[in-house]
């Protein structure tokens, strides 16, 4: 599995948007990007995950750059129930997701 | 909908003491896992299910053993507790080719 590169940390004003780098120059072809969140000491939160094209859902936007080695997550308004530790995976989506975290990015958003 | 339901919440053993960790879940997912997370790390995983009756090592294995033996539970046992192993136990479940779901996890200590 492609190795992921994050800031251990970042911070973020509520009410703005939150990007969220991550690098993974080693993707394969067949591999997805992944977003989890951890909230405190809660379990991991599936965020979104994406292939090669822009995604969005309720929660979030994924940009994946065009040679992929790269992905931003966006939270688009950030609110304070977004301070978490997010994690980017790089997973082939076939078979058993055995999910490599590394350290993530401990995201603070501030009043 | 209950999702996936992690019992114990808390625990809190003897070295040397044996005890088994049960992991539920209602959603009919095949595939089923178990991680640890140490402080300040992400999760790393124990062992993972692809169907009932059927489990696989994942990245650390020793001193462990699960069972499935039915598809809505997955059990972690420790045989002989380790301070090692005092950690926080997360359970996961999913569908073939789709983002896992997690449990609130187990906060075991091992004194």
């Known amino acids: 599995d492609a190795k992921t590169t994050q800031p251990p940390s970042m911070d973020c004003a509520e009410g703005r948007a939150a990007n969220l780098p991550c690098n993974h120059s080693t993707i394969s072809g067949n591999e997805y990007v992944y977003w989890y969140r951890q909230i405190h000491s809660q379990g991991p939160q599936y965020i979104i995950h994406?292939?090669?094209n822009n995604e969005t859902n309720e929660m979030a936007s994924l940009i994946i750059t065009e040679d992929r080695k790269s992905s931003t997550l966006i939270l688009p308004h950030a609110t304070l129930r977004d301070t978490a530790v997010y994690y980017c995976i790089v997973r082939v989506a076939a078979g058993a997701q055995k999910l490599v975290f590394g350290q993530g990015t401990r995201l603070t958003i501030n009043p | 909908n209950a999702g996936v339901t992690q019992t114990p919440k808390f625990r809190v053993l003897k070295t040397g003491q044996s005890m088994t960790l049960l992991c539920a879940q209602d959603?009919?997912?095949?595939?089923m896992y178990w991680y640890r997370q140490d402080p300040g790390m992400g999760l790393r995983l124990i062992h993972y299910?692809?169907?009932?009756?059927?489990?696989a090592k994942g990245e650390v294995p020793d001193g462990y053993n699960v069972s499935r033996l039915k598809k809505q539970n997955f059990l972690l046992g420790l045989e002989s507790a380790a301070p090692s192993q005092t950690s926080v136990y997360f359970c996961?479940?999913?569908?073939?080719?789709?983002?896992?779901?997690f449990g609130d996890g187990t906060r075991l200590s091992i004194l």
């Open positions: 996961a479940s999913s569908y073939t080719n789709q983002p896992q779901h």
């Open positions: 959603m009919n997912h095949e595939y």
């Open positions: 299910s692809v169907g009932e009756g059927t489990t």
């Open positions: 994406g292939l090669k």
